[in-house]
Nanobody, 124 residues
């Protein structure tokens, strides 16, 4: 599978963005998916993950109640809806896939395939 992330941009604090990650190939449902982000000078960090069916999801405390991960297997796409954005959400956001499709993984080294990243900038 190959991944293409899109939807980033510049938004004011309190605004919203929806990131999309389109997967190529016919094996999308064999992967669990995740979103990570990396701010300048910081390590890449997990944001949210979802299993192959969408039935299990997990996100980190810093985005709980503001970000929602979802997937549409018919469209081979995973989404990250981001509401109530804060300046500290500014980062490059990456989507990723891992083959243990029943598991919502949160570690960078658990993921097998990465997209190219999309920049999200939140102004105060």
């Amino acid at each position: 599978v190959q991944l293409q992330a899109s939807g980033g941009g510049l938004v004011q604090a309190g605004g919203s963005l929806r990131l999309s990650c389109a997967a190529s190939g016919r094996t999308f449902t064999r992967y669990a998916m995740g979103w990570f982000r990396q701010a300048p000078g910081k390590e890449r960090e997990f944001v949210a993950g979802i299993d192959w069916s969408g039935g299990r999801r997990y996100d980190v405390d810093s985005v709980k109640g503001r970000f929602t991960i979802s997937r549409d297997n018919a469209k081979n796409t995973v989404y990250l809806q981001m509401n109530s954005l804060k300046p500290e959400d500014t980062a490059v956001y990456y989507c990723a896939a891992h083959r243990d499709y029943n598991k919502v993984a949160s570690l960078v080294n658990e993921y097998d395939v990465w997209g190219q990243g999309t920049q999200v900038t939140v102004s105060s």
